[in-house]
């Protein structure tokens, strides 16, 4: 039995750090391990031109501890008014990895999103020919979809549409939460992958909803029911070049999600890569970890894996309560719980 695990440094291709004391508080959790993260632009106001976006980065850059690499990879909030040239320009200077379409109200943070996504055709096409990645939060807001179905309506709706009229757009359909989204990306060319969140390879919709309300297991798109999941571990211990390791950690304050109106979010940066571990062992998968953590990601977007190594040995670890973060409280995923591999600093 393998006791220890070596792979390549892993990166983070898709991660919210916020702002302020908030990203100062929880930004090392991610760059003690992680060598890169794809930064979500849903800040208040948002990550919307190349200049804010390299402010962000910057802001980024100063909280990175000494001693410590890590390289922010910054995307831009798409807008019902997004500038394609603004875009362009911001990716050729190496501002922008890529752009991020929030459907307006999907989640948090989103209300300055896109209300039609046919109105994003011109930018789309702007972002085929420019190789620039599209970043989908993929769910419809209509008040009549169920919000269990709105990840499979999104499919319908807009993602075939969008594959079909620009072919060769890159694009990342995040955080998928349903065996349709990993049957879509299936389908698709090498153009489309996928990521997936450690809380959706854990979780069902039970877990939310189950002995009591559970806010802290509450984000969007929500944990759907058993057999979602279920396909979710099997795409993402497979091997399978569009599958990688996306997080989703998202802090919120205790007290913003232990709420009437609780906040849509997980922060699972402390342990997440013993969370997806977990998961590949609980599988017979250990052999494919390295891929899903550490490959896929950076040869989807056309960026080199990471020289260093991280080392994880089979030893058990608790994972805290609450942390401290931004002058308050937060429950991190597996709040309480034990897990089987712990990281060799
Ligand atoms: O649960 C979520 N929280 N889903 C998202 O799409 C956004 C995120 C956040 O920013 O808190
Ligand atoms: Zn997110």
Redesign the pocket.
């Known amino acids: 039995m393998t006791d220890t695990l070596t792979i390549r440094r892993p990166d983070d291709w898709h991660l919210?750090f916020r702002d302020g004391v908030m990203m100062r508080d929880v930004l090392p959790y991610t760059a003690r391990r992680f060598a890169r993260a794809i930064v979500?632009p849903?800040l208040t106001p948002p990550v919307t031109t190349a200049e804010l976006g390299a402010a962000y980065r910057e802001r980024i850059m100063s909280a990175v501890p000494d001693g410590v690499t890590f390289a922010p990879l910054m995307t831009c909030y798409l807008t019902d008014n997004t500038n394609p040239d603004d875009l362009a320009r911001g990716h050729a200077e190496g501002v922008f990895t890529a752009a991020k379409l929030y459907p307006a109200g999907a989640?948090?943070?989103s209300d300055n999103g896109v209300t039609d996504v046919r109105k994003l055709d011109p930018v789309l096409a702007r972002m085929e020919t420019h190789g620039i990645v599209l970043c989908v939060?993929g769910e419809v807001t209509d008040h009549d979809i169920d919000v269990f179905d709105r990840e499979a309506e999104f499919i319908e709706r807009h993602l075939r549409r969008i594959t079909s009229e620009f072919p060769k757009l890159k694009i990342v359909f995040e955080h998928i939460t349903t065996s349709d989204a990993v049957n879509f990306v299936l389908d698709c060319g090498p153009n489309v992958g996928a990521t997936i969140t450690p809380q959706h390879l854990h979780i069902n919709r039970n877990a939310m909803l189950v002995g009591g309300i559970q806010p802290h297991n509450y984000?969007?798109p929500v944990a759907k029911r058993e057999t979602h999941r279920l396909a979710l571990r099997k795409a993402a211990t497979s091997g399978n070049a569009k599958f990688f390791l996306g997080t989703?950690s998202?802090p919120?304050e205790r007290h913003t999600k232990e709420s009437a109106c609780g906040?849509?979010?997980?922060f699972n940066a402390p342990f997440a890569l013993e969370s997806y571990l977990q998961v590949f062992e609980e599988e017979g998968a250990l052999d494919k970890f390295e891929a899903f953590a550490s490959l896929n990601g950076p040869a989807f977007y056309g960026l080199p894996a990471n020289e260093d190594t991280i080392t994880l040995e089979r030893v058990d670890v608790s994972v805290p309560d609450e942390l401290k973060a931004g002058g308050s409280v937060i429950v991190p995923f597996h709040a309480g719980q034990r897990l089987g591999w712990r990281i060799v600093d």
């Not at 906040?263 to 997980?266: E, H, L, S, V």
Request: hydrophobic residues 30%; aromatic residues 0%.
């Open positions: 919210h979500m849903n989640t948090t943070n939060h984000c969007l989703d998202a919120h906040c849509a979010g997980i």
